[in-house]
């Protein structure tokens, strides 16, 4: 298995770096386990021989754009960016449009393609997912769906395998990414590596999701958190909630969920969560005191939501 890191000046180099360790350790692990693994061959590819990532580190260079045909594995690394301006920016750069070029005239190949965390944006733009289905990082959900409407998000999974390409979450999801890709080469072999990296199962990313940091721009989805922050603390109608914000619940449930990928009822339970989780930190109040702050008769219905959302409740 021959796999191309594409590494774009910026980037997110941990992210590269990731991959590059947990394939190249799968790499000489292969003999002691099996010696009919096929070898994986990586490489580090970009638009210049040194890339420069986010934080100043110099990454050596490889292969070039020109030999992506020569892969069996394509992956598309973060850009390295925290804020949607600056992504837009990276997407717009002269090395960035040479890749999206040079991943449009290969995306007939045969090769696998991936990314991960913002990386995914870059396949978007390119084109190669649409009508897929694809991850990218929870906190960019909004812009993703705004840009790329033709692309079916799934925020909740951490890895989303589709047949035009492998993509993961947010940004140190690209081990998760490698995990998956290495998989396919060889299940047994990805089982030797995690043990000995001592990399957990992560299926989902929900549990890291945080509604107050996603940036939304739609004014009845804002009316909406704005309206089910303010009546958290006892249950909440969402046929009242839509006519208080001056919309029918038809267009309550599109709205809020082409801008947050999740029902009313669903943003409803993560705020609740989120709050659940802040009131048990800050304060020395019991699973049962909280649960009443939030909108819950009993402790018990608070526990189960903690507990599908990754929370670990404290004991009444």
Do not use: K, N
Request: positive net charge; hydrophobic residues 45%; proline residues 4%.
């Amino acid at each position: 298995m021959r796999v191309g890191l594409l590494a774009m000046e910026g980037c997110f180099g941990a992210g590269v770096v990731s991959i590059l360790d947990l394939l190249r350790t799968a790499d000489a692990l292969r003999d002691g386990l099996d010696p009919s693994i096929p070898p994986i061959d990586v490489h580090i590819v970009g638009a210049r021989r040194r890339v420069r990532t986010s934080t100043g580190v110099i990454l050596p260079v490889s292969g070039s754009l020109r030999e992506l045909d020569g892969f069996d594995v394509v992956v598309v690394g973060a850009l390295g960016c925290l804020s949607v301006d600056d992504l837009l920016a990276a997407l717009a750069a002269p090395d960035t449009a040479r890749l999206l070029a040079a991943l449009r005239a290969g995306r007939q190949g045969e090769a696998t393609l991936g990314a991960a965390c913002t990386g995914s944006f870059a396949l978007a733009e390119a084109g190669i997912l649409d009508g897929g289905r694809a991850t990218t990082t929870w906190w960019l959900g909004p812009a993703f769906r705004a840009r790329y409407p033709a692309v079916d998000l799934d925020l909740a999974a951490m890895v989303v395998a589709d047949p035009r390409a492998m993509t993961a979450g947010a940004a140190f999801a690209h081990v998760d990414l490698a995990l998956a890709l290495l998989r396919r080469h060889s299940p047994a072999l990805a089982d030797r590596v995690s043990r000995l990296l001592v990399i957990d199962d992560r299926t989902s990313q929900s549990t890291y999701l945080a509604l107050e940091h996603l940036p939304l721009d739609d004014p009845v989805a804002l009316a909406f958190e704005a309206y089910a922050r303010e009546h958290l603390h006892r249950p909440i109608d969402i046929g009242a909630a839509a006519r208080a914000i001056g919309v029918s619940r038809r267009t309550l449930e599109r709205r809020v969920g082409g801008q947050l990928g999740h029902s009313p009822i669903a943003v409803v339970q993560r705020l609740r969560v989120e709050r659940a989780r802040h009131l048990l930190r800050t304060t020395g109040e019991s699973v049962d005191q909280v649960a009443a702050r939030v909108g819950y008769a009993s402790g018990s219905t608070l526990r189960a939501l903690l507990r599908r959302h990754g929370g670990r409740p404290a004991a009444t």
